[in-house]
């Protein structure tokens, strides 16, 4: 699939793009709202049920040409069919990048290396709806013949961020009288909280990952299996309350897990891209296996639409490129996400990891250093709470923070005027950014002269508004898929390989050599900096 394209910055559209830039910068949004009546309606697009008003946004309709022409040079839509059909497109890892294919409706055919996977997708999927009927019935039970009623989840990052967001996110759809907690840091207040009020003999460990080797979740994992032995004793118990998600059946049959009670997935499932694969085990529990094929659907309905929709209309190309704007030519450093929606108080964290591990690479796919920027950081929590906190430097402060704010037309939970209120703080928010408040409105307000340059607001300042019906869990699929899509389309661009995680890969082997030193009897010797010697030592002698 390779074309020989240009250096992204010599393409004839991001050169065009430097020189509007230059044009747009000083324009107002009060300007183009102004010069363009229909600017709210035209600027939007809608689809899957998801709505996209993107028309306070610093952009007119040469921007768009513009960014639609750099999608169109960058070879995005090839590099999306590439990743559609199979191909390795993960170079650095040799790997093909096929999260479509876990939502793929069973019947299609995506082949990797001449196996179709989506057969071996809906097997997976039966298996864990299989499972799942029997943990929520009760049928299956535990080692002392009771029914389970409490599951952890085992797992970092990847195998962690996507279940929890989930659980959070659907937890309306769950059946309450299961308990669900998660346990991901290597730091053992993780584990002690998350059991200490359970009781192992009606406790279910799933041990997600994907490698089976990294260290926080083994280690958890055999704390996991210590805890549960106090109290159930025989080995044989094991079988009854861990099962594995993994790809890697050698480790867990070695940690004792019997395969049979292992749910696999496939090298071309990235771990941030993982929550609807088996990874998604605590989720399916959680919200049933129709519920979760729901999910599955959402996903898809986004795929077909990023795969079939020409880029003017498409929502994660416009997303994507909308991000590519503002971090290369405004210095833009952050992208504020701001759902207002209690239940989606973990996605902000979600798409950390998402759009931070997948575009936070210096290099180009052939591994020259970029002279441009890449992935900006995401950050963000659920309105109307970061409006207490964090918003005054989004109005006033000196840098400019595009913002996706996220809401819903229905409540899951009516309660009173509550929903009117949360949704007039959306609308009102990307108002008052937009447009600000002059200086002769303050005063015609009759601020004091002193005051008034204090409570101007600029103004100018952009943000997406993403609409839809009602937290389904479709909708989460369809949610997800927007930024994962937008995300490639933001890599595409770059020219990156979205889909390896060195930087991750580092950390997951730096420790163990000072774990060693912080264990040892024997006084180590000083074998790193100055800085890193002292703390060893200072710790050793306090610990
Ligand atoms: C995700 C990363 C990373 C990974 C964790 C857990 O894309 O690769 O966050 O998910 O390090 O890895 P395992 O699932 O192999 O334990």
Redesign the pocket.
């Known amino acids: 699939m390779a074309t020989e394209r240009k250096p992204l910055a010599e393409r004839a559209a991001w050169q065009a793009l430097q020189k509007h830039h230059q044009q747009i910068a000083g324009k107002h949004l009060r300007d183009l709202f102004a010069a363009d009546p229909a600017r709210g309606e035209r600027y939007t697009a809608e689809a899957a049920g998801i709505f996209l008003d993107y028309s306070k946004n610093r952009i007119d309709d040469e921007t768009l040409k513009l960014l639609l022409q750099l999608a169109e040079e960058s070879g995005v839509a090839e590099r999306r069919d590439a990743m559609f059909s199979g191909e390795k497109i993960n170079i650095t890892e040799n790997r093909a990048v096929l999260h479509v294919a876990l939502r793929a409706p069973k019947g299609e055919k995506i082949l990797v290396d001449g196996e179709d996977q989506v057969a071996l997708v809906h097997e997976v999927l039966e298996k864990m709806a299989g499972f799942s009927e029997k943990i929520r019935s009760g049928e299956w039970k535990g080692y002392t013949g009771k029914p389970i009623k409490n599951i952890v989840n085992i797992?970092?990052?990847?195998?962690d961020l996507g279940p929890v967001m989930a659980y959070e996110a659907l937890k309306h759809y769950t059946q309450r009288d299961l308990t669900f907690r998660f346990v991901s840091n290597v730091d053992g207040t993780d584990f002690a909280e998350a059991v200490i009020d359970l009781s192992a003999d009606e406790t279910l460990f799933l041990v997600?990952?994907?490698?089976?080797?990294?260290l926080e979740?083994m280690t958890n994992a055999h704390s996991a299996r210590t805890w549960a032995l106090a109290s159930l004793k025989e080995d044989a118990a094991i079988a009854k309350h861990f099962v594995a998600i993994s790809t890697n059946a050698k480790e867990v049959a070695k940690f004792g897990i019997d395969t049979a009670n292992m749910f696999g997935f496939w090298d071309w499932v990235?771990?941030?891209?993982?929550m609807d694969s088996a990874i998604g085990l605590s989720t399916m529990l959680a919200i049933g296996p129709d519920n979760f094929y729901d999910l599955l659907s959402g996903f898809h309905e986004m795929d077909v639409h990023f795969k079939s929709t020409p880029f003017e209309k498409n929502l994660p190309v416009l997303l994507g490129l909308l991000t590519v704007w503002y971090a290369d030519f405004f210095n833009a450093q952050t992208v504020a996400i701001l759902p207002y929606e209690q239940y989606l108080k973990r996605f902000p964290a979600y798409l950390q990891?998402l759009t931070m591990?997948s575009n936070g690479k210096h290099v180009t796919l052939e591994g020259a250093t970029v002279n441009y920027e890449t992935g900006p950081i995401y950050w963000g929590e659920p309105g109307t709470n970061g409006q207490h906190s964090f918003y005054q430097l989004i109005h006033q402060g000196t840098r400019l923070i595009p913002c996706d704010f996220i809401g819903f037309f229905k409540t899951l939970n009516p309660l009173g005027r509550h929903h009117d209120m949360l949704m007039a703080n959306v609308f009102a928010q990307a108002e008052a950014l937009a447009f600000g408040k002059t200086a002769d409105q303050v005063k015609a307000e009759g601020v004091p002269e002193n005051l008034v340059p204090h409570k101007v607001f600029e103004g100018n300042r952009p943000s997406n508004v993403i609409l839809a019906d009602k937290l389904t869990p479709a909708l989460l699929g369809k949610l997800v898929a927007l930024y994962e899509h937008a995300v490639f389309t933001q890599g595409a661009i770059w020219n990156i390989d979205s889909f390896d995680?060195w930087g991750?890969e580092l950390g997951?082997v730096l420790a163990t050599r000072i774990l060693g030193e912080l264990e040892a009897e024997k006084e180590p010797a000083a074998g790193h900096d100055s800085s890193t010697n002292a703390l060893i030592q200072k710790y050793r002698v306090s610990k």
């Open positions: 797992g970092i990052g990847g195998s997600a990952s994907k490698t089976f080797t990294t979740t990235g771990g941030r891209y993982s990891q591990e995680q991750v997951k």
